[in-house]
């Protein structure tokens, strides 16, 4: 189905043509008539699924359909909210929006923690057609500078399953309170979990069911499995960068102290790379992400933060560093490569201690992965010296053996896998 099929309005059409938008996906397909008609929808869509189309297009189409937002008073003039779990899916769905209305007389703003309070507020008082949120900074401004959203028709809870995960169920509820009493709500989850289940019983009125969720990954993304132990997993990324000349990998762990060592390791073997997860400043990720996407980076190393919503066009390689805890992640994690019909590769490094993990992935997933152990990375092969002391079983004592200056016995690997004295 084509987008100029969809009713949509020619000032929308005219702006995602030239992005490539010419046959909608099928989350699109079917939420768009609906949303067009205002009906409540709760709909089952993964990341790279085309969903933040799904929504933002005929909310946009609708505003621009109202023709009166320019004599509304500020506060009149914000109709549409779309709250989301993160800073950074936050800003990606305003860019969003800026693009596809870029020929539209309609403005939007997203509001987040992690930055400046006052540039946001100082936004929201001059009006705004479209506000995205995250529900912290949302409720710092409701609470601190008393921003009324009693005008608000357009209601979008996106990734309701990760809101629910961190606990904003109640924020969510009570935004309901605080908008129009007539309004259409849309959510849209990864999952048709109970709790997303009751939370739209409670949210929608005579909603529209649509699932489009298949949990499977892109067939134009080839993924391998290799094999290692848990203490050469960063001798072998390093050596799979240098032999291979790698320039943007983006490598995922499931922990953030994880992260922070292999960030340590692959400086030491001259890999230029940055980490984004929550520890970090708003700023030092947002910095982290821009250096990625241009090129000035090497490696980003990101926790499953980064899993959802971050969309960096033409991303040719993702690496799980561990494998996640929750096998869904899994599908998210490996959504960031292969996007808009290009090929992408996914490399899962897996230990002895994560296979029973790896066969509920492939369960979930409804394929074997290809599995192969790396010359010289055999069971049973010589361990370069500073893992010789290292538990396999117990992987984060790997973070400490790098602490101040390394010792005399200490040996770094090259980028091509062999090894030479450490320099006092």
């Known amino acids: ?60 189409h609708q505003l621009i359909a109202s023709q009166s937002a320019q004599a509304l008073s500020p506060v009149a003039r914000l109709r549409v909210l779309i709250m989301t779990p993160t800073r950074e899916l936050a800003i990606q769905i305003e860019q969003n929006l800026i693009q596809y209305g870029q020929f539209c007389d309609v403005t939007s703003l997203a509001i987040y923690g992690g930055a400046s309070i006052n540039p946001q507020r100082k936004a929201l008082e001059q009006g705004v057609d479209l506000l995205v949120a995250t529900p912290g900074r949302l409720f710092d401004i409701i609470g601190q500078h008393e921003l ?35 309004h259409q709500t849309m959510m849209f989850s990864a999952t048709f979990s109970e709790e997303v289940k009751s939370l739209a019983a409670k949210m929608l009125i005579e909603p529209e069911y649509i699932h489009v969720e298949t949990q499977t990954t892109a067939a134009n993304v080839a993924q391998q499995v290799y094999k290692v132990d848990t203490r050469r997993k960063a001798e072998l990324l390093s050596e799979l960068i240098g032999k291979h000349n790698w320039q943007q990998v983006m490598v995922f762990t499931s922990r953030k102290e994880t992260a922070e060592h292999l960030f340590r390791e692959l400086s030491l073997d001259g890999i230029k790379s940055a980490v984004f997860h929550g520890d970090k400043s708003q700023g030092a990720r947002n910095r982290a992400l821009e250096e990625f996407k241009a090129g000035q980076l090497r490696v980003l ?62 369960q979930l997933i409804g394929q074997s992965l290809a599995m192969q152990v790396p010359n010289g990375y055999e069971e049973g092969a010589p361990l370069p010296a500073r893992y010789r002391d290292i538990s396999p079983d117990k992987p984060k004592k790997v973070f400490k053996h790098r602490r101040g200056k390394p010792s005399q016995g200490d040996v770094k690997p090259s980028r091509k896998g062999k090894y030479a004295k450490a320099k006092k």
């Open 148 to 182: 009324d959203l009693s005008f608000v028709t357009h209601l979008v809870i996106d990734e309701a399953d990760r809101m629910l995960d961190l606990g904003f169920v109640k924020d969510i509820e009570k935004v309901k309170r605080l908008i129009a009493k007539q």
């Open 1 to 60: 189905m084509s987008f100029s099929s969809l009713g949509l309005s020619p000032l929308l059409l005219n702006a995602v043509e030239p992005l490539g938008y010419h046959t909608a996906t099928p989350v699109q397909q079917a939420v768009i008539p609906l949303a067009l008609n205002g009906r409540d929808i709760l709909a089952s869509a993964e990341t790279g699924t085309g969903k933040t189309a799904a929504f933002a297009l005929p909310l946009l």
């Open 301 to 362: 190393i990101a926790t499953d933060l980064a899993a959802r919503g971050l969309d960096i066009q033409a991303l040719p390689r993702v690496i799980n560093f561990e494998l996640p805890e929750e096998c869904e992640d899994y599908v998210h994690r490996v959504g960031r490569t292969g996007r808009a019909g290009l090929a992408g590769e996914a490399i899962s490094l897996v230990s002895p201690q994560e296979l029973e993990l790896l066969s509920q992935i492939e």
